[in-house]
């Protein structure tokens, strides 16, 4: 079986982060495209729904909105409750009702890093430099 064709026309900025991705893999940039969407596809199967959905639409956002996405953290009290857990899970077993709260905390954390590496990739297809935000993580 032949795999389809398609053929695109890509925003600049995108054109130009491929062509760059292609050069330092030493392939040529069909290759380097199609890689690239199939690498988007198998991350975003092996996501929940919602997270996925929150993902997908961030590239409908200017590029002010995900520079404020990009710079996002996880809430002071979300960081407090989860190292309060993780300090009391060193001492002591947790109960059923604090490895829930555990897991839940783990889980926002993870949304939210998972939201800001999509937000500084996006940013980094359309060409700004993101080197400050990549040297703060």
């Known amino acids: 079986m032949i795999d389809p064709t398609v053929t695109l026309t890509l925003p600049t900025r995108v054109y130009q982060y491929l062509q760059r991705r292609a050069r330092q893999h030493q392939r040529p940039l069909e290759d380097e495209a199609t ?25 409908t956002l200017d590029d002010e909105a995900l520079e404020r996405v990009s ?5 002071v009290e979300d960081g407090v409750f989860l190292d309060a857990l993780v300090d009391t899970r060193r ?6 009702g604090e490895e829930v709260m555990l897991a839940t905390l783990i889980d926002r954390h993870d949304r939210a890093m998972a939201l800001r590496a999509e937000a500084v990739a996006l940013l980094q297809a359309r060409g700004i430099d993101v080197r400050e935000r990549v040297a703060r993580a």
Not at 71 to 75: D, F, L
Not at 91 to 96: C, K, V
Request: glycine share 2%; charged share 15%.
């Open 35 to 59: 890689l690239t969407l199939a690498a988007a596809v198998v991350a975003e199967d092996a996501l929940p729904d919602d997270l996925s959905a929150a993902l997908g639409a961030l590239i």
């Open 91 to 96: 001492r002591r077993a947790l109960t059923s």
């Open 71 to 75: 710079y996002s953290q996880p809430t």
